[in-house]
């Protein structure tokens, strides 16, 4: 008998904001893939022409409105960055991170996504953040296939 496979995504989230006083602190959580994220991995697999734009932006936002599959925007949108892909070839991981530096995304963040131009992959929901002015947010969204 044939052994059916089944392709997985798991996201997760991390957050680490350093304050301007050397305080670090750090927030992890599991994202949901979103239903246009599920339609980007299936147009970016199998389409010849009109292929989607890569994922590579990571957005922050101060909502903590509760995340739904259908979404395909954040709610409280503060700023979009390019960001930096890396996958180990071989390994059923890669990973998408930016760095909101001293005077960017401050605010109460309370989201994230990663995005393209056209909408996004995967958004979650977080305790409030307080990034001051002088403080720098490295956000890291880890992908795991299975």
């Known amino acids: ?18 304050k301007e006083d050397g305080t670090v602190t750090t927030t992890r959580k ?7 994220g599920y339609d980007f991995i299936a147009d970016a697999i199998g389409k010849t022409s009109g292929r989607p734009d ?3 932006k990571i957005a922050v936002g101060t909502s903590n409105e509760r995340v739904e599959a259908s979404q395909n925007r954040l709610n409280g949108h503060l700023l979009t960055k390019e960001a930096t892909y890396q996958h180990v070839e071989g390994t059923k ?19 994230a996504c990663v995005r393209n131009n056209a909408g996004l992959l995967d958004r979650v929901v977080f ?17 795991t296939m299975s």
């Open 30 to 36: 599991d994202n949901m893939i979103l239903n246009c």
């Open 93 to 111: 991981i890669f990973s998408i991170s930016a760095k909101f530096e001293k005077g960017e995304a401050t605010g109460a963040l309370q989201e």
């Open 127 to 143: 305790p409030v953040v307080n990034k001051g002015a002088n403080d720098t947010y490295e956000v890291t969204f880890t992908f």
């Open 54 to 56: 890569t994922m590579n």
């Open 1 to 18: 008998m044939e052994e059916k496979q089944r392709l997985k995504v798991h996201g997760s989230f991390v957050g680490v904001l350093c």
